[in-house]
């Protein structure tokens, strides 16, 4: 059995952050799409911070774990690592590989909105 590494493209906690959020936002029927063909996910819109938190989907999240999104430098390391096509800030789209990259967080900072 082979080991699989965690983290392999060596992303910053700021960039996982951000990948998983936008990966939550493409699976999102309302604010994002699918492509079935390619595996590309396009981000429809971005989520802005009211108050302390973020609404992602049906998930809340806190403010200070979105900030990625607001932050260029984010977007062109993880385009520069072959997670995101290049278009930030007109556009987000996750590659294949973007999609499908285990940022091993999707459970510890996620939780159902109230409202």
Do not use: C
């Amino acid at each position: 059995m082979a080991f699989v590494r965690k983290n392999p493209l060596k992303l910053n906690n700021l960039q996982l952050r951000t990948l998983v959020l936008a990966q939550v936002i493409a699976k999102d029927p309302n604010s994002g799409r699918i492509d079935e063909a390619s595996g590309e996910g396009t981000l429809l819109r971005v989520p802005h911070a009211h108050g302390d938190h973020v609404h992602v989907g049906q998930f809340t999240v806190s403010a200070r774990d979105a900030s990625g999104f607001e932050n260029p430098a984010v977007w062109v390391a993880l385009a520069r690592k072959g997670l995101v096509k290049d278009g930030y800030p007109a556009s987000i789209v996750l590659t294949k590989e973007g999609m499908e990259y285990d940022t091993g967080l999707g459970d510890h900072f996620l939780e159902e909105s109230d409202h």
